[in-house]
DNA sequence: TATGAATGAGCCTTCATTCAT
DNA sequence: CATGAATGAAGGCTCATTCAT
């Protein structure tokens, strides 16, 4: 950067081809909106606004509003398992720490990032776009259960957790979430402080309620 | 039908009778609608029709849908929490058959009636509704946990529960029946049978494992 | 109409209530434009323009461009088929003399008119609209040609005309018109007038060639 | 291949070579689509995926593509009669052989090859493009009728044909093979098997229905 | 008061055309 | 010369809302 008036973003190039960041740009600039307002409210000229291109340009990239939805979910969400899958395998703690972290890492990578928005955003328009339904139905709830009943299967398997009927066992980790996601894009921007949840205590709680339900009695 | 206002209910002409039903008939054709349709999808016009009348004559009642909407909303909030409260008065068995009977008869008599909708919608809209949002946590919200906690209270205070932080335990038995109404009005009706939730079996399990979480061990 | 001032069309009012009018109307003025400018080239808006309605209340009416197309084929073409088949059946001269009644009657009513315009457009955007051809071909082509088939065979059975591949003669009546459409609606307006045809001649000359090719000879 | 430019044509270096090819064969590829999907339905960019150039590249050479179409109609209208003008001149055969060998001819040369297409596209567009029409005018249909007018003439001259209105009786002719055309074009790719017409049967009806007609009696 | 015909703003999507590279 | 990413105007259709009757 020799000269001090060497400008790194020469002019703000109003036809810049920039073709490998336009779709990551267009996905986070449609999750803020999808989430701020929801999928049927989000005018697809406001995400390409907001992503610094024109309309046609957001539809170069991305067939149709649900196509950029799916890319949205894809990028925030369903695109983790194979990692989370990955880091179940190597897990080598208790079934108890396992599914203490498993908590807290949804939280970090989900639940307190904008892609928490997402969850709330499905369920609030699946009645009005059932094929937006399926496909987060496919792509993360079948993944995300079948990943949590098989941590609890581990700890069945290892003598840490009591026989349990896994398929709904799997609801006591899944509701608490889903009620926190819920809520915090719902109920809680209409909230008075007093009525406020700290998201970590209340996944502490939950989860160590949880667990003493589900831990076997060493007597 | 002797003189003509002997009898100003029954076998009243329709018409006549009609003009103070309009708008309680509208609230339910709309209430029926938005749960089964969503908000956005339900178009005025079915609405009325449903409530047997033109278009116009909501508008005649409703400023606006958003308006219709928040009549809804405030409609059927209703006040079944005082019977509520008496019943937990009463109650003489164990905490832990109350809590079962609480999540029961909450079940019985919102959970798997047209009111169960009603959560889901607030949640819903909330965002494009804060108005409502705020109505809702005062007159629902607010005293539905406060029943909760004194029920949880009630097996503190009695030596069935152990000492737990009763602001967020209570968010075990709500997050399982918040989650169960939204699975009821958003993904349900996309999923595979194969995917359905049991409500009773659902209840009884989240019930079960979080009284095992919340039980003084005997020993 | 007792007072001077009483106006039979009190001020044009905007939003005149006239249901039974207005489909004619908006059949005719989507004449006029399709046959005008085509039809992907003619909107909907100015349709309902010339109409005299807004754009919402033509598809009150038609629930999309392609159904307002088939309408004014309908109206001006295929409706008349029921007609001509009972005119047929009644003529009671020679199969010549009903073969010039049937070309003239066909100018009078359809060539002449604007009408005289959908079959040039269909040919032109069948393409484009393949739904549009495949309804032409089945409410106008198909009844067209059968009517065609009946007066030969009738000209045949009573002996008048000699024996002929029907299925191709019919082209005889059929080209010389579809021709005759064709130029008058595409290259004509672009024709010095020593280039331009008179369709009576045309017809009659064509009609009386046929004849003589048809005609069974007395010795 | 011994000096570098002995041979500037065959096995050159594509790209060089292709810097005078492009024009012509943008307007081959154009051809192509015009005439298999109409001009409103064809994409520039097919026309130049067509012709192996990027869309940009074919707006170097034509300006619009409407431009793009008048140079497929000035290329491909061609200058074929002068040699069928020649031919007319040294047949020797009767006139009916010669009406038939004229109209098979056409067929062979015109009807069945890429180029009938560009009939159909000129009149199905001739409202939007008056100068292309006007162009067509001039350059085809005039010297056509001339043709055939001298055919007809020779038939009369040489007391094979009966006296007739020329100037119509051309038209006898050409009303079938543009009948022929427009339909191939338009309505029969969308027609089932059974409407199908098979053109060399077609031709040969009209034409022996029309040479009845035309043929002096014997008698 | 009730009706329902009429309105028109709003939105997704397409594609001819431009222009920086 | 060639490319192809970017643009933006245009159009069909929906539906909440209005208003003459």
């Known amino acids: 950067m020799p000269t001090p008036r060497s400008n790194p973003e020469p002019a703000a190039p109003r036809r810049a081809r920039r ?6 740009e267009l996905i986070d600039a449609a999750l803020a909106l999808f989430v701020e307002k929801g999928f049927a409210a989000t005018r697809v000229e406001e995400v390409a606004a907001r992503a610094g291109v024109s309309k046609g340009t957001l539809f170069l990239y991305f067939p149709s509003k649900e196509d950029l939805f799916k890319a949205v979910v894809r990028e925030n969400i369903a695109g983790r398992f194979p990692l989370w899958t990955a880091e179940l395998a190597e897990f080598t703690g ?20 904008p892609a928490s928005g997402i969850t709330k955003l499905v369920m609030s328009e699946a009645g009005s776009f059932p094929e937006i339904a399926a496909f987060y139905q496919q792509e993360v709830i079948i993944p995300g259960n079948d990943l949590l009943k098989r941590i609890l299967q581990r700890g069945v398997e290892r003598g840490e957790f009591r026989a349990m009927d896994l398929d709904y066992a799997v609801y006591s980790l ?19 402080p007093s009525q406020q949840l700290d ?15 589900m831990l076997k009695l060493p007597a």
Do not use: N
Request: glycine share 4%.
């Open 174 to 192: 899944i509701a608490p979430m889903i009620f926190l996601l819920t809520w915090k894009h719902s109920m809680a921007p209409c909230c008075p």
């Open 94 to 113: 208790s079934s108890a720490e396992l599914v203490r972290y498993a908590m807290h890492t949804w939280w970090e990578h989900v639940g307190m990032t």
């Open 199 to 213: 998201p970590i205590t209340f996944i502490d709680t939950q989860v160590d309620l949880i667990l003493h339900g």
């Open 19 to 24: 073709k490998e960041a336009r779709p990551g």
